[in-house]
């Protein structure tokens, strides 16, 4: 026998292994006459889980500014907003009451004195025009006050970055709202856009806004469809006619 167990232990076995499950928090049988008679043991419970803290909100107690002047600064410069990191943030452009806003997700990487300063910019001022428009004739803002690779949407909803969004469109007064990225719709109360897909008014219904929903321009730059299509929308939006 010994023999025997010295030869296993030579290859390398030196574990014993049963097909039979086992229960291994089970008291030995003799632990168990033992303990006959006593009290059971308490049941195993888990630890209690803390409750995750609160998301911080960015939306100051006191309420956020009551004209458009005092909540552009205060966007500009509030340590809770955007990480706390005032360089690199864009201003809105425009008057209140313009015949459209429009509104991107954020800033272009390589803008600087100006929002949407390169190609999406472009693409923007191409949008405008077959519409009858310009830049200047409209108001030009960003959800985000920076350009922000990887922007975590979700939690930013979270902290209040839709009111902020509502109470600054309220603030500018447009006509009419053409919002450009699923994200930025989303913050106002209309799921992200799928698949490219220009959507139909959104928002501020209730007190005549009427509001229109496509694709970030950063993704309708390469394609062809997603424009034809955003084209055709904005042709019934706005009742524009082609000759």
Same mark, same amino acid.
């Not at 025997?4 to 030995?28: I, K, S, Y």
């Not at 059971?40 to 004209?67: C, K, M, S």
């Given at each position: 026998?010994?023999?025997?167990?010295?030869?296993?232990?030579?290859?390398?076995?030196?574990?014993?292994?049963?097909?039979?499950?086992?229960?291994?928090?089970?008291?030995?049988?003799?632990?168990?006459?033992?303990?006959?008679?006593?009290?059971?043991?308490?049941?195993?419970?888990?630890?209690?889980?803390?409750?995750?803290? &609160?998301?911080? *909100?960015?939306? !100051?107690?006191?309420?956020? @500014? =009551?004209?458009? +002047?005092?909540?552009?600064?205060?966007? %500009?410069?509030?340590?809770?907003?955007?990480?706390?990191?005032?360089?690199?943030?864009?201003?809105?452009?425009?008057?209140?009451?313009?015949?459209?806003?429009?509104?991107?997700?954020?800033?272009?990487?390589?803008?600087?004195d100006a929002l949407l300063s390169g190609p999406q910019g472009r693409l923007?001022?191409?949008?405008?025009?077959?519409?009858?428009?310009?830049?200047?004739?409209?108001?030009?803002?960003? &959800?985000?006050? *920076?350009?922000? !690779?990887?922007?975590?949407? @979700? =939690?930013?909803? +979270?902290?209040?970055?839709?009111?902020? %969004?509502?109470?600054?469109?309220?603030?500018?007064?447009?006509?009419?709202?053409?919002?450009?990225?699923?994200?930025?719709?989303?913050?106002?109360?209309?799921?992200?856009?799928?698949?490219?897909?220009?959507?139909?008014?959104?928002?501020?219904?209730?007190?005549?806004?009427?509001?229109l929903a496509a694709p970030a321009l950063g993704s309708l730059a390469g394609?062809?469809?997603?424009?034809?299509?955003?084209?055709?929308?904005?042709?019934?939006?706005?009742?524009?006619?082609?000759?």
């Amino acid at each position: 026998m010994r023999g025997a167990l010295a030869w296993w232990r030579d290859a390398g076995v030196d574990l014993d292994f049963a097909d039979e499950p086992a229960n291994w928090l089970a008291q030995p049988p003799a632990a168990v006459e033992e303990n006959a008679g006593t009290a059971p043991r308490p049941a195993f419970r888990e630890p209690p889980r803390t409750a995750p803290a &609160a998301a911080h *909100r960015i939306v !100051p107690q006191d309420g956020l @500014p =009551a004209d458009l +002047a005092a909540f552009t600064a205060w966007w %500009l410069a509030e340590a809770d907003f955007a990480d706390g990191a005032p360089s690199g943030r864009i201003a809105p452009t425009g008057t209140p009451g313009a015949e459209l806003m429009v509104l991107a997700e954020e800033p272009e990487a390589g803008d600087g004195d100006a929002l949407l300063s390169g190609p999406q910019g472009r693409l923007l001022d191409a949008i405008l025009a077959a519409i009858g428009l310009s830049r200047d004739a409209v108001y030009l803002a960003s &959800a985000l006050p *920076r350009h922000t !690779p990887a922007a975590d949407w @979700p =939690a930013l909803a +979270a902290m209040g970055l839709g009111e902020v %969004l509502d109470h600054h469109v309220r603030l500018a007064a447009p006509r009419r709202l053409l919002v450009f990225g699923g994200n930025a719709s989303s913050l106002l109360g209309h799921g992200t856009a799928k698949s490219g897909q220009t959507l139909p008014q959104i928002y501020h219904e209730e007190r005549g806004l009427s509001a229109l929903a496509a694709p970030a321009l950063g993704s309708l730059a390469g394609r062809p469809r997603g424009k034809a299509a955003l084209w055709r929308a904005l042709l019934d939006w706005t009742g524009t006619e082609t000759t």
